[in-house]
């Protein structure tokens, strides 16, 4: 059930430019470098002692690492080099970011903090001076999971576009010929997979985008159109099928002029 935090742990632990710090495990400085992006103006040391005291609320053994850490304080208290990465930070700032860098999260305290209940914090006395800076950390990583899912299906959507963009054009090749020969079956059953292509993608956006998305996001009205197009060929098909089955009071001419009709739509939705 936290496979979703999990993988945000993992994915965190990955994009984090500390990443081979601290073998796979997440640290102070990787959380407070995806707060940084929602709150630019979070002070590291600050952080980073929140996260500290937040881990030892709960009872969770902090994994310290901070031997090559003292190390570059002292280092700096004599007034040798900084390392090459902190050439553009004062000396201060590199001994607070070692520091960061060398404080592990174990997952189960990322868990606690990526869902941590906001309200609940309120009540705990001991974490009133950090209340502020966790509840920032936290909705950073709920934010950051948020833009994350939200890239993916952005770009399940465009593969789907793009998918869409070339059958579309195969269909229209396919116009003429299955016009030419209606009364085959073998463009019958043409036509019917299309028609399950473009349904089975108006599903697929409804789902991986959201019903929210698909009728009152920035493309509703295309969504929509989308939505005509599909019922149109379902028209064209559901007649086809009575037509072939049994008497119907369409023409072959009406019939010809529906499968244009959705056609010209997919082919209109092309252009865009």
């Not at 936290?2 to 997440?26: F, M, N, P, W």
């Not at 990787?30 to 992006?37: H, P, R, S, T, Y």
């Not at 509703?220 to 009071?249: E, H, K, Q």
Request: charged letters at 25%; aromatic letters at 10%.
């Amino acid at each position: 059930k936290d496979r979703a935090e999990y993988a945000q742990y993992q994915r965190i632990h990955e994009l984090s430019t500390y990443a081979s710090d601290k073998g796979e495990h997440v640290t102070a400085a990787m959380v407070i470098e995806v707060a940084l992006n929602y709150y630019p103006l979070m002070e590291f040391g600050a952080a980073t002692s929140a996260i500290q005291r937040f881990m030892a609320h709960y009872n969770i053994d902090e994994k310290d690492g901070n031997e090559e850490v003292a190390s570059d304080g002292e280092s700096g208290d004599n007034g040798s080099s900084i390392s090459e990465t902190a050439i553009s930070e004062t000396a201060s700032e590199h001994r607070v970011k070692q520091v960061a860098k060398g404080v592990c999260i174990p997952f189960d305290a990322f868990l606690l903090l990526a869902k941590l209940d906001v309200a609940k914090l309120h009540e705990s006395q001991a974490l009133q001076d950090d209340l502020k800076l966790l509840t920032q950390l936290h909705r950073a990583l709920v934010n950051e999971k948020s833009d994350f899912w939200n890239e993916q299906r952005e770009s399940i959507t465009n593969i789907v576009e793009t998918v869409s963009a070339v059958v579309i054009c195969i269909n229209a090749f396919t116009l003429g010929p299955s016009i030419e020969h209606a009364d085959s079956y073998v463009w019958f059953g043409v036509e019917i997979a299309f028609q399950i292509f473009y349904i089975f993608e108006l599903i697929l956006k409804m789902v991986v985008r959201g019903y929210g998305w698909f009728f009152l996001g920035t493309q509703w009205r295309w969504n929509l159109y989308d939505l005509v197009v599909v019922i149109i060929g379902i028209t064209d098909l559901t007649a086809d099928v009575f037509s072939r089955i049994g008497p119907s009071n369409l023409r072959e001419s009406d019939m010809e002029a529906i499968r244009a009709f959705a056609l010209l739509g997919r082919l209109a939705r092309l252009m865009r």
